[in-house]
């Protein structure tokens, strides 16, 4: 049997209790709420495709660590992934995000320093099961004043 289509994923995982907070390509991305009337991103995707599987996405703001090399900022990164690697997930993506500032698009406000990490999964049971243990792990490196 065939994987679902990113629609039909969309809409198992609403059924499952997941809030949704886009879809891309064959990535749909779970929505984390902050409050009753918030929702954001929460770094954590189901992907579609062949094969199945869950995607997260790590992340240390480079205000955070000011002096840091983007190299010890992705390294902060990817030691979140430790209980990740454990599971099976495996690094396939690092990147530098500009966050820009929404009232003047030429300025940069703070860069992202992000590693994606994907784990296979056999199945919309494992799929969920995943799903809920990637949304319970810290994905954002916390800065000195919040330690």
């Known amino acids: ?5 990113p629609r039909e994923l969309k809409k198992t995982l609403i059924r499952e209790g997941f809030e949704v907070y886009r879809t891309i ?3 749909v991305v779970l929505a984390e709420r902050v409050r009753d009337n918030l929702i954001m991103d929460s770094g954590v995707a189901a ?3 062949e094969p199945l599987a869950v995607r997260v996405v790590l992340r ?3 205000n955070d660590f000011p002096g840091e090399s983007p190299a010890q900022l992705v390294g902060r990164a990817r030691a979140l ?3 990740l690697t454990t599971r099976g997930y495996a690094e396939v993506q690092t990147q530098a995000v500009p966050i820009l500032d929404p009232g003047d698009r030429t300025k940069t406000l703070d860069t992202w320093y992000e590693v994606s990490l994907e784990r296979v999964v056999a199945g919309p049971g494992e799929l969920v099961d995943e799903l809920r243990f990637a949304l319970g792990i810290d994905k954002t490196v916390p800065g000195p004043s919040s330690q």
């Open 60 to 62: 240390a703001q480079g």
């Open 47 to 49: 992907c579609s495709g």
């Open 1 to 5: 049997m065939p994987n679902p289509s």
């Open 25 to 27: 390509e064959d990535r």
């Open 81 to 83: 992934g430790d209980a």
